[in-house]
DNA sequence: ACAATGGGT
């Protein structure tokens, strides 16, 4: 078989992702020009040897030795597995550990859970022992290995957890839940008991729970009100690879963490300390970056296990596609006509694409000849409510063949039972920060090329996989094409700038002071789970709070507080699905007449955030005389979208929370004077802001960029002098969404804004 | 004159 060649990424991402604006534990910031005290991790010094390997990664026949363990990686080419035959039989360390099965089908269980890559040979032995051994371990293990599910049942039945609970932290919500479900039934245990998991908005464990699989955003909320992480005995860091500022900022504070807890530990004898538990922390990546994580960690173990049970065989297109959608479809179907029974799994870069992708597919499955078996076609991603993401879950029917559509939540520590398929269209979804510089100033959301660790990743959700990328261009090509790039942009400034970008919003916020050092006020805004503008907005809401601790570059508070409106504004703003639907059928104009109509009921003249206090409040009117069938009717009429007034709902009871925690009154209304509403937005979306130019766009305060306001907005037709927006999204052209208008001497007097005209 | 949204709290 040939070696596929894939393109290598300059990954934005991982410059702005960088593990430099990282603040540790104790209290120590970020200096731009100071080197960072640990070892960097972030992709700047990319070694040559890393590309090297990667060129063999998919191939799909990884020979390992079991078990086998190396210091400090020295060895790359090992890894490759070039010749070294695999050492499998030995079927041991099963025996005294495991659990009495009490059925049939936990037999069979625990008979998968043996036949595990990871649980072979003296791979569990050799794990448990160097766990044990070092503070730190980091596991490379391929997909497919076990390591997620099975490391911490490793951990649990040796006595290394003491009887602390043992976090498992991951990158996304249903991996987290589903991974707790499984690890449940091999347990034999019901979930929420020995093993749970904890997520946003939904959490199943109790203070007897002994493994918890969680979202490392989850982990990270925890740090603020327990610091030293004192519950956990044993942290699990998985999908380390992947990298976020989540992730990065985690791995930072547990350095941190655990030298105080095993220092406190070293000093118990002495009787100088407080009794802290020990922290063991394991460092679990799928790809080569372990070596990274290793020398972060004062060069930790390293350990390797074997990869997936089954050969996947790869197929690729033979030419590059454009429409990737299609090429996805017309891929289905000669799977569906041509293959033996057994699921699908299509990877898309978003929902646009799934639903694209959901409507030809079901067009053409009625179609078909009732020969074939039926289509069931279930879509996953993030802004879909759990229960319709957890349907994927759910067992075939009979004489059906299920195709999943999924963005990258599905592509890592998820197992979707009965996927004997996977079309990868090798597109994928990501923020990227354009900088000010080259004409930007903020995110865009761009589709483009999956990385070569995702591809593996995605092949590994089944045994076979069909690639729909090109394998055609040259990889010494791409090479010296990123490198040109790199050298025109100059990488180094580059990697810092966005840095500075979020420095300097912050500072504009009042969040940090010229040190770079966190205010009192940063430090109440970090309570907020929203946006930095958003938290900065809500405490301008409250007069007691904004007038001590305002400093220089805050502008008078507004005399009347509002708490309660910018609760309900907020949380609207931070809910992840849209607040007015477009019925986009087939009646084109009719239906955007009355979406426009449905807006008109409830606009406010200053703008969409009063339009949405609006809204909430008719909202809440209904719901408190009507029944929930007339809820929805009332939703339905004015093209109302209820998913996001729940979800927003939930977010508000959480800022609630947090308002008190702060000594603040959430019940605090302005009313129907409305402004002070708008003028506490103002202090959040300082940065935020525009001029209205001669030509009828708009030019920002804060850059250079002209932009226009979103055809979905209020404000779409007004000419006002100056306005403030939630976002900008960048299409043909940058457009602000989330609109009001705004008094022009608001920023007159706002000292950040005057400094900068003067 | 025309609307593009991955993942996480």
Redesign the pocket.
Known sequence: MSVPQKRKHIRTADFRHGAKLHKGANGSHYHPHKKPRYVDLSDDDLPQSRKKPEMNGTTSHHKMVNGHTLKNAKSKHERNGQASPSVNGISAGEGSTTKKPNSSANTQLQEQRRQLPIAKGMCREALVEEIKKNDVTVLLGETGSGKTTQVPQYLLESDIAGTGTIAVTQ????AATSLAARVSKEQATPLGTRVGYA??FDEKYTLQTRIKYM?D??IV?ELMSDPLLLKYSVIVVDEAHER?L?TDLLLANLKTIQRKRNAAEDAKGKGKADKLNPLKIVVMSATLDAEKFSRFFHNAKIIYVKGRQHPVTIYHSAESQIDYVDAAMRTFFQIHIDQPPGDVLIFL????DIESLQKSLSFFTTHLPTTNPSVLILPM???QSPTSNAKVFDPTPPNTRKCILA???AETSITIPGVKYVIDTGK????QYLARDSGGGFDT?LTRDITKSSAMQRAGRAGREVRLSSPLIPFSLLIKHDTQRAKAENINLISHLPVYSALKTLWLLGAIDKDQKLTPLGRQMALF??EPHLSRSILASSPTTSSSSSSSSVPPTSSQGCTKELLTITSVI?S?SKLFL?ISTSTSTSS?SSTASARIKFKHPSGDHLTILNTVRAYDDISSQGSKHERKEWCKKHCVNERALTEAKKIREQLVDVCRKLGLDPELSCGENEGPVLASLGYGLVGNSAFLQPDGSYKQTMGHSIIKI???STMMNEKVPAIIYD?L?Y??QI?A?GVSAIGKNFFVKHPALSQRQA
């Open positions: 990158p996304r919500r249903v997520v946003r979202t955003g989850m909320r976020t989540r870069p978003g929902q646009e991603y993030a802004s963005t990258n939540i994928c979804k990501e923020k959301l789970p929203v931070s992840s477009d955007s979103h055809p979905g976002e999204v299409t043909n457009y969404r």
